[in-house]
């Protein structure tokens, strides 16, 4: 298995543009998760999905971002409009269970840069 | 926040020698789990611990849970220098359904 699969690595932006991070779960996860990583937050929990339906989404900071999961093999996570406080790298996981029996397998993540 | 603490935030050993990691949670938990970062990368699932265990080994690493004193340590024996990365824990609390809840993290330096 290729693991959880991020897209892209890297992301340079200016403030005021739409940013769409990519993933794409292990299969047969029926849990994904979106995290978001700063210095001053450490590991945040923006959302999770169970069966590509959204459960709790009470961590998205605000209504300027938005979490699809069109199907299980891929879930986006959009920004709109991007601002500096932005600034982070975003993991994305996927797991079989909420409580993580088997842990959350962590994507690579998305280093986002909003200048 | 139901955000766990670590201590230390930075540990610097030299290789061979054993590190020690402290967690402690809020509330009540379904289990316990240590992470492994990185720099630049994910997190890597180490270990679990569920409410109920007090020990768990595997290879180097040995985790204890005191759930009277809601903490957790994580033991990394005989160091290398590879395992030098940011080590997490996890909390799975009842009262958030089961989700993960990471903590701030330690950054372990070991030196050849």
Not at chain 1, 22 to 37: M, N
Not at chain 2, 14 to 42: F, P
Request: net charge neutral; proline share 4%; glycine share 8%.
């Amino acid at each position: 298995d290729a693991g959880v699969i991020q897209s892209p690595r890297h992301e340079v932006t200016e403030m005021g543009q739409e940013v769409t991070l990519r993933c794409k779960p292990i299969s047969g996860h029926d849990y994904l998760f979106w995290y978001r990583q700063t210095m001053m937050r450490g590991l945040e929990l923006l959302i999770y999905f169970n069966n590509n339906v959204p459960i709790d989404d009470s961590g998205m900071p605000e209504d300027r971002f938005s979490a699809k999961m069109p199907n299980a093999s891929f879930s986006t996570l959009k920004i709109q409009p991007s601002e500096p406080r932005d600034s982070a790298v975003y993991f994305c996981a996927s797991s079989k269970e909420l409580q993580g029996a088997y842990g959350y397998t962590f994507g690579s993540g998305t280093r986002l840069t909003v200048v | 926040s139901q955000q766990g603490e670590e201590d230390p935030q930075a540990l610097s050993i030299q290789e061979g020698e054993n590190a020690t990691m402290n967690c402690s949670y809020k509330t009540s938990i379904n289990n316990l789990q240590w992470y492994r970062q990185n720099s630049g990368r994910g997190l890597v699932h180490l270990i679990l611990i569920r409410s109920n265990e007090r020990e768990k080994h595997s290879g180097r690493l040995r985790v204890t849970l005191d759930t009277s004193k809601k903490s957790s340590s994580l033991l990394i024996t005989a160091s290398r220098a590879a395992d030098t990365a940011s080590y997490f824990c996890a909390s799975s609390y009842y009262n958030q359904g089961g989700k993960l809840i990471f903590g701030q993290g330690t950054e372990l330096s070991v030196k050849p």
